[in-house]
């Protein structure tokens, strides 16, 4: 069993920057893989970020094109915690942020991740 817990979420301004933390608890197996998810109002979940934490235990990871450049995912062995520090913030950007973890392979698609966090809140003004 995984659990995950999200934070970090808030309100920003356009041009801002908040960092979204995940704390991950459970077997280590099922969060090889780690990712981020958003999804706005009226609108479906995509993927923003993943990793791959098992490839040279530093992570292969993959962004989505609309937030390559603002956007950086990491993880924190040591506290096994999943980071997304988000950079440049546009109004396009705010949505429920969501956690989420598999077992290998890693992928970018959401239906094939059994494990998510309760979600965080990002708003951006302009």
């Known amino acids: 069993q995984v659990q995950l817990v999200e934070s970090g979420g808030g309100s920003v301004q356009a041009g801002g920057s908040l960092r979204l933390s995940c704390a991950a608890y459970?077997?280590?197996?099922?969060?090889?893989?780690m990712g981020w998810f958003r999804q706005a109002p009226g609108k479906e979940r995509e993927g923003v970020a993943t990793?791959?934490?098992?490839?040279?235990?530093?992570?292969?990871?993959y962004y989505a094109d609309s937030v390559k450049g603002r956007f950086t995912i990491s993880h924190d062995n040591a506290k096994n915690t999943l980071y997304l520090q988000m950079n440049s913030l546009k109004p396009e950007d705010t949505a429920m942020y969501y956690c989420?973890?598999?077992?290998?392979?890693?992928?970018?698609?959401?239906?094939?991740?059994?494990?998510w966090g309760q979600g965080t809140q990002v708003t951006v003004s302009s």
């Open positions: 989420a973890a598999r077992p290998l392979p890693c992928t970018m698609l959401g239906g094939t991740f059994g494990y």
């Open positions: 990793i791959d934490l098992w490839s040279t235990r530093g992570g292969s990871p």
């Open positions: 459970g077997n280590s197996y099922s969060t090889y893989c």
